[in-house]
Nanobody
């Protein structure tokens, strides 16, 4: 059973930094794209940043220049370094990964997995 486990959320003052981690565990063959999403109260879940298995990245306009997504493939882990945090960054952050894992098919099965979410609160 594949799982994504996040860590690193918390409370920080505006202008501060946090680093989120998300590690995939269980029986898996490979991980394709990985991403971070966030959802603030009353809002829809939105994409924050994404990274391909080759390291190409893209970011939401609201976080460009402040957040950095990275991954260590050997550890099946994706990170989100968040600097210059603003109160509007307050949300539950979720990681997401497209994972190829064993199933009834010889070539494996690909599906999206979500982490449980970690709260990030930025005070003004």
């Amino acid at each position: 059973q594949v799982q994504l486990v996040e860590s690193g959320g918390g409370l920080v003052q505006a202008g501060g930094s946090l680093r989120l981690s998300c590690a995939a565990s269980g029986r898996l063959f490979s991980i394709n794209a990985m991403a971070w999403y966030r959802q603030a109260p009353g809002n829809q879940r939105e994409l924050v940043a994404a990274i391909t298995s080759g390291g190409s990245t893209n970011y939401a306009d609201s976080v460009k220049g402040r957040f950095t997504i990275s991954r260590v493939n050997a550890k099946n882990t994706v990170y989100l370094q968040m600097n210059s945090l603003k109160p509007e960054d307050t949300a539950v952050y979720y990681c997401n990964a497209d994972i190829l894992s064993p199933c009834g098919s010889v070539s494996g099965c690909s599906r999206l997995y979500w982490g449980q979410g970690t709260q990030v609160t930025v005070s003004s």
